[in-house]
């Protein structure tokens, strides 16, 4: 039985680079994807929540915001994107594998209420370890590589490959479970807090977070609403 949504209205905050140990990288405006946000957007919650996961991490280390809330035609943009490259490295496949395979790496544009796309809810998160100058560490792949090495635990089964990634991914997972975030095992850098994928996986009956839609200006949310 799929978790029931109780929507917290938590709102959704600009998150800044006011913490000297906290880095954002809009990757997605960086890269140019219609409609994606200038700055990094999350639940206050899971804001509040990553300051404890800085407690907890070494005090050489900073956290970098990859992305965060996520509007809907971002995710419809991204996951096409997806698809296509998909599609490009993969000539044999077909449509289903192309599907299933597009699936592990970007989830599927939707507001239906057990099958909310994680970042519409603003309680997913995409980051990784840094030094105190906001310089990622080696994670053995980069952000968003379709690869079976972006794998979270793809290291513990391939340490001679390198061993650095396998010790900064098990510091990111242990500092982040530690305070209640949920891992997808896909994705090294995707944690989920409140919302139905991690009610999921911590065997929670209700999630806290539904989807959000907002309006956007000049790259930014000007207002959101929760649905």
């Known amino acids: 039985m799929s978790p029931t949504i109780v929507e917290q209205q938590e709102p959704i905050i600009q998150i800044k680079d006011e913490h000297p140990r906290l880095f954002t990288k809009s990757i997605y405006f960086e890269q140019q994807i219609p409609g994606s946000l200038a700055s990094i957007y999350l639940r206050k919650g899971v804001y509040e929540k990553l300051q404890k996961v800085l407690q907890l991490l070494p005090r050489e280390y900073s956290l970098i915001l990859y992305d965060g809330f996520r509007p809907f035609q971002v995710q419809q943009n991204l996951f096409n994107l997806f698809l296509t490259e998909m599609k ?6 077909s449509e289903k594998e192309i599907l299933d395979e597009t699936l592990k ?5 939707s507001f239906m209420p057990d099958r909310i796309s994680p970042h519409l809810t603003g309680g997913a998160i995409d980051l990784t370890i840094g030094t105190l100058n906001g310089e990622p560490l080696d994670f053995g792949t980069s952000f968003d590589e379709l690869s079976e090495k972006s794998v979270t635990r793809y290291f513990e089964h391939h340490p001679d490959e390198n061993i650095d990634a396998l010790n900064n991914r098990r510091m990111l997972y242990n500092c982040m479970t530690a305070v209640g975030f949920a891992n997808y095992s896909g994705e090294w850098w995707h944690y989920d807090y409140g919302n139905i994928q991690w009610a999921r996986r911590m065997g929670e009956k209700e999630a806290r977070y539904g989807a959000v839609e ?8 000007k207002e959101f609403r929760f649905q």
Do not use: K
């Open 105 to 109: 790496y970007v989830a599927y544009p």
């Open 214 to 221: 907002v309006t956007i200006e000049n790259n930014q949310v």
């Open 88 to 93: 490009r490295n993969n000539p044999t496949f």
